[in-house]
């Protein structure tokens, strides 16, 4: 079973920057879509950026397209979440997870990722 863990969180001010990582561990990383999402407190986790299991394809939520880029190291077994222009509004606990399925297949909800890591807490203060 992969196992993943996140790492990169913090505190940041407005406006600042942010690289989070995940690492997988334990299990095939290589063929599958990645994904970050995110959940504020009080609120549902919701999706924020997906990246195919070749790097060629990549997705954003509406909130952070334009700030936020997803990637991947195959060779690393590690995905990456670089944020930019960080707003108050991105204060969450981010966590990475993997497709249920590997290559060709494509998850777009949360019920269709998992494992999932145990989170990064960022926290963006004005």
């Known amino acids: 079973q992969v196992q993943l863990v996140e790492s990169g969180g913090g505190l940041v001010q407005t406006g600042g920057s942010l690289r989070l990582s995940c690492a997988a561990s334990g299990g095939s990383f290589s063929t599958y879509t990645m994904a970050w999402f995110r959940q504020a407190p009080g609120k549902e986790r919701e999706f924020v950026a997906r990246?195919?299991?070749?790097?060629?394809?990549?997705y954003y939520a509406d909130s952070v397209k334009g700030r936020f880029t997803i990637s991947r190291d195959n060779a690393k077994n590690t995905v990456y979440l670089q944020m930019n222009s960080l707003k108050r509004e991105d204060t969450a606990v981010y966590y990475c997870?993997?497709?249920?399925?590997?290559?060709?297949?494509?998850?777009?909800?949360?019920?269709?990722?998992?494992?999932w890591g145990q989170g990064t807490q960022v926290t963006v203060s004005s």
């Open positions: 997870a993997r497709a249920r399925y590997g290559s060709g297949y494509d998850p777009k909800s949360a019920p269709e990722f998992g494992p």
């Open positions: 990246i195919s299991w070749t790097g060629g394809s990549t």
